[in-house]
């Protein structure tokens, strides 16, 4: 649909079809924030982490609707926003370097009272 003199019209609009784009796996990972490989364990491993795909006839890699995903992802909100911060649990055991600089400073206490009790 081109005029006669070359020109292309600035008028014409491009509709998007109501489904949305579809999404490969590339374009899933860029949205996810997840590496392709994830995605893919992930549909074996754990189906619940991803959306569910389509897989057309003659291809190898899944599909995702874009408007699916953006649904999937609405269904799945942050539970731990408003949950209240978790209890500080008590320290565990010291470091080793920290062990050793209690003994040697228990040393230093004990000699240096040895001294002034002389």
Do not use: Y
Not at 50 to 57: D, E, F, I, R, S
């Amino acid at each position: 649909m081109q005029p006669s003199d070359g020109n292309f019209s600035l008028d014409w609009t491009i509709v998007a079809p109501a489904f949305g784009p579809v999404l490969d796996l590339d374009g899933l990972a860029k949205l996810l924030h997840r590496d392709r490989a994830t995605i893919l364990a992930d549909r074996c491993r754990a189906p619940q982490r991803v959306p569910p795909a389509h897989k057309a006839p003659g291809t190898k890699e899944p599909l995702w609707l874009l408007d699916e995903v953006l649904h999937w992802l609405r269904t799945h909100p942050d539970l731990r926003a408003g949950a209240k911060p978790a209890v500080r649990r008590a320290p565990g055991r010291p470091r080793k370097a920290e062990q050793v600089w209690r003994t040697r400073a228990k040393r230093v206490v004990v000699t240096t009272d040895q001294e002034d009790a002389r």
